[in-house]
């Protein structure tokens, strides 16, 4: 079946370095769809991807898709105390559900 | 507007029982899904259901059931409780569409002894 790998598993960063999150598939995917969840809470959308080599941007956050479909990142510049969580990468590749990858945790420091 | 609710929010059971989680999808959606989460790990789909049939499936076993009810909110079913089926169990709902994405409530935190 379908799987999506996330990588790394594990960051550490001062507070406003940078962050980058990548994310494979082993099947070309529909779209890919990237989510937050904060210690203790539940993922929480943060946005989609569906065509070949999208860019997208929400403040400093920016969000790529691969041009085969099959890999995305995420990146954060200048991170800040509110950027802690782990994020998620969700693959969509036909009509199953949604593929989660296993997260990157980003733990940062003051 | 209430988005999804889950309940209940935590729950204790024993090995060889069975367990059944309440969801009420976000108001405007039809469409509800089941995720199971591991400590650590990322959501693992375990079903979807649409007017109140099971659509698509993920890789769990026979024991993990559900339904859906008319006003689209929908159980989980869990039998014959194993050890591992301690987990964070998700539901989240979106509107019926390809690709639309998931709203999830807070979960039910599941502890089998």
């Known amino acids: 079946g379908q799987q999506v790998m996330q990588i790394p598993q594990y960051q550490h960063v001062q507070e406003g370095e940078d962050f980058t999150t990548y994310c494979n598939s082993s099947?070309?995917?529909?779209?890919i769809q990237w989510y937050k969840q904060r210690p203790g809470g539940h993922p929480v959308f943060l946005i989609q991807l569906v065509k070949s080599g999208e860019v997208k941007k929400q403040k400093r956050l920016t969000f790529q898709f691969g041009e085969a479909k099959k890999n995305s990142s995420l990146h954060i510049t200048a991170t800040q105390t509110t950027d802690v969580g782990t994020y998620f990468c969700a693959g969509q590749g036909g009509a199953d559900g949604l593929t989660f990858g296993k997260g990157t945790h980003l733990i940062i420091q003051p | 507007d209430a988005g999804v609710t889950q309940s209940p929010t935590h729950l204790i059971k024993t090995r060889g029982q069975q367990v059944t989680l309440r969801c009420s999808p976000k108001s405007g959606h039809d469409t509800v899904s089941w995720y199971q989460q591991a400590l650590g790990q990322g959501p693992q789909f375990i079903f979807q259901y649409y007017e109140e049939e099971e659509r698509q499936r993920g890789n769990f076993p026979d024991r993990f059931s559900g339904h859906q009810f008319p006003n689209y909110s929908s159980e989980l079913n869990v039998n014959a409780l194993l050890l591992g089926d301690s987990a964070l169990y998700l539901c989240a709902s979106r509107p019926q569409g390809f690709g639309s994405p998931l709203h999830f409530g807070n979960g039910t935190r599941l502890t089998v002894t």
């Open positions: 099947t070309t995917l529909s779209n």
